[in-house]
């Protein structure tokens, strides 16, 4: 579903599932990073400097390096844990900006270089983020793919990534809200965004977010919906796989819970750093040094307690990152799926 498209129908139908947040809210916070999604946007708006790219002096285009470097630095260093969960980059290959195999092996490199884990899910990205959220392993889903929540992701997390030159606030949708103040089952959801437009399937001419909300209300499920629909009216795509779309949501190609890696934070690596940035993709020596002694400062904050960790998040559960449960007073803290598509980078089948 069209992001624009579905947030105006949360904030019209469903504002209870979605607050503004402040990035300094995330401290201690372990975010799941759907990085291929994140490495076209940082092409586009960090890549583009009036009509020329971010290059190296060999001339090629580092923009992708430039962001993720950058914005992962700002994440650990405002005390949260990123884990790169990565997707193949089919979905953004044939795009004006072309993000290629290259450029995501490059970030890989990266962020493994920062100490930041990462994750090669066997098929979506969005789907194994989702997966890591459900299971507690992570707080939420740092994405701009509203389809996160078509997978069920308990907390999705909009421009976290963002370049602060953006200046969008931080917005996060709690999936269990959006469901229950839509007043549908979570099937009844998925109809709901395939009806609207998914990665699947095309979109039915003439529906938009609003009329799909009130069809599957209506009719109950996008089955209904379709025999009901006037096709002279209504251009319907041919083929539409709804029900293989449906069952890609529903039942998703995911890692099980014991093949999930440890997901371990280590100390950047300056000196491997300093050799790929600044060597060999032409990066300012005296910045990069900057970014990672900041983040090595920030390592003492990762031992002070959130102001919120004496309480159980709404919504939460007592799991990993989602947060302790309540302490008492005076008490110490303590179609064919996409082959290829990886959560924050996925390998290819």
């Given at each position: ?22 990035l ?7 975010i ?15 890549g ?11 001339g090629?285009v580092t ?28 979905k ?11 450029h995501?092996a490059e ?23 989702a ?34 030159s ?5 917005m ?37 977010p609003?009329r ?15 025999d009901?629909l ?8 041919s ?7 449906r ?7 995911v ?5 999930v ?7 950047p ?67 064919e ?12 089948k």
């Amino acid at each position: 579903m069209g992001i624009q498209g579905l947030t105006k129908l949360l904030a019209d139908n469903a504002p209870g599932c979605m607050r503004e947040q402040k990035l300094e809210n995330y401290f201690g916070r372990k975010i799941a990073v759907d990085a291929s999604m994140h490495i076209y946007a940082f092409m586009v708006v960090v890549g583009r400097m009036g009509d020329q790219t971010l290059t190296d002096e060999a001339g090629n285009v580092t923009s992708h390096l430039q962001g993720m470097f950058f914005r992962t630095v700002k994440m650990l260093e405002s005390g949260m844990k990123p884990t790169g969960t990565k997707e193949d980059i089919e979905k953004y290959s044939k795009r004006t900006v072309r993000v290629t195999r290259e450029h995501n092996a490059e970030c890989r490199r990266l962020l493994q270089l920062l100490g930041v884990p990462i994750i090669d899910a066997p098929s979506e990205a969005e789907a194994q983020c989702a997966s890591l959220c459900k299971q507690g392993l992570v707080y939420g889903i740092a994405t701009e793919d509203m389809d996160a929540l078509t997978f069920g992701t308990p907390r999705l997390i909009r421009h976290l990534m963002s370049p602060a030159s953006t200046k969008q606030p931080v917005m996060e949708f709690e999936y269990d809200k959006v469901v229950e103040e839509l007043k549908l089952t979570r099937d009844q959801f998925i109809d709901l965004c395939i009806l609207c437009g998914c990665d699947y399937t095309e979109k039915i001419g003439g529906i938009g977010p609003f009329r799909a909300l009130q069809l599957i209300t209506k009719h109950g499920s996008l089955d209904a919906v379709l025999d009901s629909l006037d096709p002279d009216k209504y251009k319907i795509p041919s083929p539409f796989p709804f029900k293989e779309a449906r069952e890609l949501f529903q039942k998703p190609e995911v890692l099980a819970p014991e093949d999930v890696p440890p997901l371990k934070w280590t100390n950047p690596d300056l000196d491997g750093l300093l050799e790929f940035l600044v060597k060999e993709k032409s990066f300012n020596e005296e910045r990069v040094r900057s970014a990672v002694q900041r983040v090595i400062n920030s390592k003492g904050k990762s031992t002070q307690g959130r102001l919120d960790s004496f309480f159980q998040p709404l919504g939460g559960s007592a799991k990993a990152d989602s947060g302790p449960a309540k302490r008492k007073a005076g008490a110490k803290a303590g179609p064919e799926p996409k082959k290829g598509k990886l959560g924050a980078i996925g390998k290819k089948k």
